[in-house]
């Protein structure tokens, strides 16, 4: 934990005059009067997060990358009713479960569930499409066996 003290004078002892989220929302400003000095300064706190490594299929490791999960999620939502909106929302739920986790290393077949589980609820065709490519599908049969299980599952949902 880092003191802050007084660029004018270096005392370490001040008091929080307003704090307001910054513009982005990533941190938040501070503006602070100096008890000793009397003179105010601003500082930024931003939450620091952890280094998140992704643990691939072939066990190499690379740093987590939320780009990476809206590009396949977008590419699986293509041309279909789902707004940008949902898209972000769905991406950011994931990033915050990732890094909620407390976890250095994640492995992305947690990865692909959450956004297989999500994409389910969302768009049936989306789901289809990303779990395609995911869990590579290489015949028609295992395309169908797929696509039953939804339907059984929809039929049961449904009264």
């Known amino acids: 934990m880092n003191i802050v003290k007084c ?6 002892d001040s008091r929080v005059v307003d704090s307001r989220p910054t513009d982005d929302g990533a941190s ?14 601003t500082t930024y706190e931003k939450v620091e997060t952890i280094q998140l490594l992704v643990i691939k299929k072939d066990q190499t ?18 041309k279909r009713p789902v707004p ?4 972000d929302a769905l991406v950011s739920q994931i990033e915050q ?16 569930g959450m ?15 990303f779990a395609s490519v995911y869990r590579q599908f290489t015949d028609i049969p ?5 696509l039953s299980r939804l ?7 449904t009264p």
């Open 7 to 12: 660029q004018f004078c270096h005392s370490e």
């Open 28 to 41: 938040i400003r501070r503006r602070r009067e100096c008890i000793a000095c009397g003179k105010r300064f």
């Open 61 to 78: 490791r690379e740093l987590f990358d939320p780009g990476k999960i809206r590009a396949g999620i977008v590419h699986a939502c293509h």
């Open 84 to 87: 940008a909106s949902e898209i």
């Open 97 to 112: 479960v990732c890094y909620n986790s407390m976890q250095r290393e994640i492995p992305t077949s947690r990865i692909g």
């Open 115 to 129: 956004v297989m589980d999500a994409l389910r609820k969302l768009d049936e065709v989306a789901y289809i499409r």
């Open 142 to 146: 295992t395309f169908m066996h797929e």
């Open 151 to 157: 339907m059984k599952e929809n039929s049961k949902e």
